[in-house]
């Protein structure tokens, strides 16, 4: 269990980062600010004695002299406060680009990067990494994946007007790498890409968009199809439940239609829960958890991994609804009636006890475990 430091916490990546941490059960990383990066006493104090300094900060978007200047300085930053530290680092890991020397303001200013942090002195561990996409990227930043995503949530069609192949890992994947974990869980440290034209990555995301408007689950077929459809998840959360469930009802009783899934794996259970009585307080890396309650009343809440933000939804039998568990929200369903509740879940994937992708985590936070808030 390695102590980490950690630049750019509050990004893309560094999010990623730190619910894969939070997953894993090793200490919060210590997080170096941008403030702290212009002291580098600062910075000094907080790598000093770390086993690992992930530097995930940089500029990825905006005029290309401000782009190249900001990846130099906060590498020259950075350097600088490695240098002051009273007991150096283990090692530094470089979040890089493959773009980078390639001759943009962008690219060579990456590589430029990597010969500053070389030159502190310390073994650096320069990771090339190639584009990311995953839940809760930034549209018209951090991918085509969450712009498309984002456009699909609001309503809109992608528009592709130059199709070429991309080179898509998952940013958990990246995530792993970075931190220095072995295969074995949802993640994989090899970060394997998957390549594909924009043209049938926009078609993929539209068919995924439009099969689970209706409230169905289209085919995931494979690890990058689960976690497409988990990115697309991200951005129609909350907004987009609960999902209704027509019920057709005869003088023999009712029926809903709770799962129509096209393809893939899955697993379908039920269970029963007293009043007043609490199931989950967990949170899923890659898996896709769909909740009904057929009988009784229940408040189903939901709150993101480094959040403190708590959301709720009270759902009835008497009305059945969908809530799918977005995925690194930790969340629980509460009994709050007077009768036994029935609850069917759905999972996509068979429950693998040596793999169970299942993180504890509480929804409510206690007054003495705050949220910390990367700047």
């Not at 699909?152 to 931190?179: C, F, N, Q, T, Y």
């Amino acid at each position: 269990m390695l102590r980490l430091a950690v630049t750019g916490a509050g990004g893309f990546l560094g999010w990623h980062v730190r619910v894969l941490l939070r997953a894993l059960g090793w200490p919060a990383p210590g997080v170096i600010t941008r403030a702290d990066l212009a002291d580098p006493e600062a910075v000094a104090a907080k790598v000093s004695g770390v086993d690992r300094v992930l530097h995930l900060a940089g500029v990825n978007r905006g005029e290309p002299a401000s782009v190249a200047a900001g990846n130099i300085q906060l590498a020259v930053q950075l350097a600088e406060g490695l240098r002051q530290a009273a007991v150096p680092p283990g090692s530094v890991v470089f979040a890089n680009s493959v773009q980078a020397g390639n001759g943009t303001p962008y690219g060579d200013s990456k590589a430029t990067a990597a010969g500053i942090l070389a030159d502190s002195g310390l073994p650096v561990d320069d990771v090339l990494l190639p584009n990311l996409y995953g839940e809760h990227g930034r549209p018209h930043y951090n991918s085509a994946v969450a712009t498309f995503c984002r456009l699909l949530a609001e309503g809109g069609r992608p528009e592709v007007h130059a199709d070429r192949e991309l080179s898509l890992v998952h940013v958990a994947d990246a995530a792993s790498r970075l931190i220095g974990m072995p295969a074995g869980g949802s993640w994989d440290p090899t970060m394997p890409a998957l390549r594909i034209g924009v043209k049938d990555l926009a078609d993929g995301l539209t068919g995924f968009a439009a099969t689970y408007r209706t409230g169905e689950l289209p085919p995931l077929l494979n690890r990058h199809d689960v976690r497409l459809f988990n990115t697309y998840r991200s951005h129609c959360f909350p907004a987009h439940y609960p999902l209704a469930l027509p019920t057709r009802s005869d003088n023999r009783g009712a029926l809903v239609e709770t799962v129509k899934a096209h393809g893939g794996a899955g697993q379908t259970f039920c269970s029963t829960t007293r009043p007043g009585i609490t199931r989950g307080e967990h949170f899923h890396l890659a898996k896709v958890e769909r909740f009904v309650v057929l009988r009784g009343s229940a408040e189903i809440s939901l709150r993101r991994v480094g959040d403190s933000e708590v959301l709720r939804f009270p759902v009835s039998g008497d009305q059945p609804v969908v809530i799918d568990m977005p995925t690194m929200w930790a969340h629980n369903i509460t009994n709050t009636g007077v009768d036994e509740l029935l609850t069917l879940f759905w999972t996509n994937e068979l429950f693998d006890p040596a793999r169970p992708d299942t993180w504890p985590e509480p929804v409510e936070l206690s007054p003495a475990t705050p949220v910390p808030v990367p700047a």
